[in-house]
Every structure is written in structure tokens, then in C-alpha cells.
């Protein structure tokens, strides 16, 4: 009678317990076929982790090529691209089954891939071999390898998939591809060692991080505004922070978030007309960030001081900071936009940071929720959801 006392007195502590933890969450109602996975790249172990997001648990390390870097995800298939630096190739796994069903070979240090939006080309910028490598992902070959400047560091493809633009960071250029018809447009010089790149959801814009002249470049793009015929051209390069590292666009297109990296804080570009619109101190050394998809919230990992920022867009002000694992570095968010997912690189272990609002007119808080180990020196994170039998061949 005693055990049974004590059995129904946990369930209901425990029922109490996941009452209190669940408050004003509405719970997803997901599918028997509904799959959502976090693919982690571990550079010194050659795998990829992958993390089941509906359990939070590692389910698996898939080995791959070489010092697997960047990773991307197809939104047309379910497929999931690894970039091999040091094997010189790119591991394609099927998400699906978790099983690498495919290795194309490009050419010498790749570090980042870019899917085009249909699903059916990726770009790959070869730092070593000064060139780009285009992949047909429906042939799993490569289509061609176009010259390009001095070591090249990304290959950002426009959402209309008529123009990749290229940052040469060994030359201070730019080059803008035509994808059609494979071939280099224009080259553009810039300001010193561009990297980051980000295209306005309209196609008309690029905009280029360069983290050694603390500017960013804004870039007219050739062909994708009405009425424009004068070519691809740079249209103003913009001061921001000290070494601006990487850039986020809002969903809307409408400002572009830099995260400046010795200066502790981001900077704000309107980008219809050029002009920064605001600095606001984030915290030590930011070095990545995410845009919620309703535009409302932007998060930012400080590599210096262990810990995310949440930055509130329309009040203009960080109204939460959250502690996390060591040197957090790349980020992403989960599909309902209620966990924020934080790659700690030097404690090798991602922190699941959680969203919620307790009730109505209630401040939404934000709070560590477990941290999962993975391999050795994570690099990059890629969220993959998706409904089995969905996005075949």
C-alpha cells in the first residue's frame, strides 16, 4: 500500500512538474512520419552528428570525408550537404535513412556549399584552387568549375538561382556569376578580405561582409530590377563595427544585422537605401545570429563571453542574455522557432536554448534546456524537418 502511495505521489509532482514546464506552450501535433534533425559538422572527427529534435538525444555520427566543415540542407529533397576541406569533396546524405549515399569530388580547401532554391544545383567556392564548383544535385556530378579570384572564400546563389556572387578574399574582388550560363560576369573590386555574403530576397541586392576594412559593400546585381540596365556595380561600401564576420538578413528583407566582431556589438543596415541605421552593444566578441521567421527577434552567439544574446528588433535593445557551453559560434533554430540551438566549438556540445511564454501579457523567457554532446571541434549546423516518403527523387 506504501509503494503504491508513493507511486501515485511522483505522478502527480511529475504531472505538476511537466504542467509548470509546458504552460502556455502549445505542443506541436506532430505526425508519425514527422522527422526533424540537427547535422552538426565535427572537423577533428570527421563525422556529422545528427540530433533528433523531438527527443533532443544524438541518435547517430555519421563518418564522412576529411575535416567536414560547412553543411547545407536541401528544401526540395531530403538531403544534407557536407563540404570535405580536407578531403577536397562533398559527402551527400540521405536524411531519411541517416546513411551518406553519395561523395563528389571538387577541387582544392572548399568550405562552405550554397543550395540553389529549386534543390537542383549547389556551389562550392574551392579557396585553394581559385575556382567554384557547380554541382547538378539531381545527377550528383559536377557540371562544370568556373575561375574565379584569389582564394575564394563563399559562393552565395540568388533566390531567383541567375546569380551566385563569389567573395575573393586573397584579391579584395567580388565575382558575379551568371549560373545559366556558368560563366564569371563581372568582378568587382571591393573592400579588404570580403567573406560573408547575403542576397535580398528580391535578387537585386548582395551585400558583402569585409572583416579587414570593418565595411560592408552593398552591390547592385545585373538584370533582376526593372528598368535597370547599367550592370552589376557596387553601390556603396558601408562603416560598420570592427570586423564585421558575418551577415543575417531579416526574413523581410528590409535590414541587414552584421555582427562585428572586435567591437562587440552589431550594426543595423537599411537595405533599401544604404545606410546603417543603428550600433548597439551585444556582447563580447559576436561572431553569428538568427532572425526569428516573423522578424521579431534576432539571437547572437558571443564567442568571448559564453553566452547568446537576445536582441528584441522592434524595441531596438537586448532584453536577454543566456549563458551556454564554451565559445559558442554558429546557430540555428529549430522548425517551430521555440528552441534556439547554440554550437559551443570548444566544449564540443551543442546548448538547446528554450523559448516560451508562461501566459498571456507574460515576458517570454528564455532558458538553457540541456546541452548534448558531439564530436571534436564542431563547425558548422543545419536543421532538417521533414515528412518521410517527402521530397524523393
Aim: hydrophobic fraction near 40%; proline fraction near 4%; include cysteine.
Amino acid at each position: 500500500m506504501r509503494k503504491v502511495l508513493l507511486i501515485v505521489l511522483l505522478l502527480v509532482v511529475l504531472g505538476g512538474a511537466s504542467w509548470w514546464y509546458f504552460r502556455g506552450q502549445t505542443l506541436p501535433n506532430y505526425g508519425p512520419s514527422y522527422r526533424e534533425y540537427a547535422y552538426i559538422t565535427n572537423g577533428k572527427s570527421n563525422t556529422v552528428s545528427v540530433i533528433n529534435l523531438l527527443t533532443f538525444q544524438r541518435v547517430k555520427d555519421i563518418a564522412v570525408g576529411t575535416g567536414p566543415t560547412g553543411i547545407a540542407a536541401n528544401s526540395k529533397k531530403n538531403e544534407i550537404y557536407v563540404v570535405n576541406t580536407g578531403s577536397n569533396n562533398v559527402s551527400i546524405i540521405d536524411a531519411e535513412k541517416n546513411v551518406v549515399v553519395a561523395t563528389i569530388g571538387v577541387h582544392g580547401r572548399p568550405y562552405f556549399i550554397d543550395v540553389a532554391n529549386d534543390g537542383k544545383r549547389a556551389y562550392v567556392a574551392n579557396s585553394g584552387s581559385n575556382n567554384v564548383s557547380v554541382i547538378d544535385l539531381e545527377k550528383r556530378a559536377v557540371l562544370g568549375n568556373v575561375r574565379v579570384g584569389s582564394a575564394p572564400g563563399l559562393a552565395r546563389v540568388s533566390h531567383d538561382g541567375a546569380t551566385v556572387v563569389v567573395s575573393n578574399r586573397g584579391d579584395n574582388t567580388v565575382s558575379i556569376l551568371d549560373a545559366r550560363l556558368l560563366r564569371v560576369r563581372a568582378t568587382l573590386p571591393v573592400c579588404q578580405q570580403p567573406e560573408d555574403i547575403a542576397i535580398l530576397p528580391d535578387s537585386s541586392k548582395a551585400f558583402v561582409a569585409c572583416s579587414g576594412s570593418s565595411q560592408v559593400a552593398s552591390i547592385a546585381l545585373a538584370g533582376n530590377k526593372a528598368g535597370d540596365n547599367s550592370g552589376d556595380h557596387v553601390l556603396a561600401l558601408l562603416d560598420v563595427g570592427k570586423t564585421p564576420v558575418s551577415l543575417t538578413l531579416k526574413p523581410d528583407g528590409g535590414e541587414l544585422m552584421v555582427c562585428d566582431f572586435d567591437s562587440d556589438s552589431i550594426s543595423i543596415i537599411e537595405t533599401g537605401n544604404d545606410e546603417v541605421g543603428n550600433s548597439v552593444l551585444i556582447g563580447q566578441h559576436p561572431t553569428h545570429a538568427v532572425v526569428t521567421n516573423d522578424n521579431s527577434r534576432l539571437y547572437a552567439s558571443n564567442f568571448g563571453s559564453n553566452s547568446i544574446a537576445v536582441y528584441d528588433i522592434d524595441a531596438g535593445k537586448r532584453i536577454a542574455t543566456v549563458a551556454v557551453g564554451s565559445r559558442p559560434d554558429s546557430l540555428a533554430l529549430s522548425q517551430n522557432q521555440n528552441y534556439i540551438l547554440v554550437l559551443d566549438a570548444q566544449a564540443g556540445d551543442i546548448t538547446v536554448v528554450q523559448k516560451r511564454t508562461p501566459r498571456k501579457l507574460e515576458p517570454t523567457e528564455y532558458s538553457m534546456l540541456t546541452m548534448i554532446p558531439v564530436g571534436s571541434q564542431p563547425n558548422a549546423i543545419v536543421v532538417k524537418a521533414f515528412t518521410v516518403g517527402a521530397g524523393k527523387k
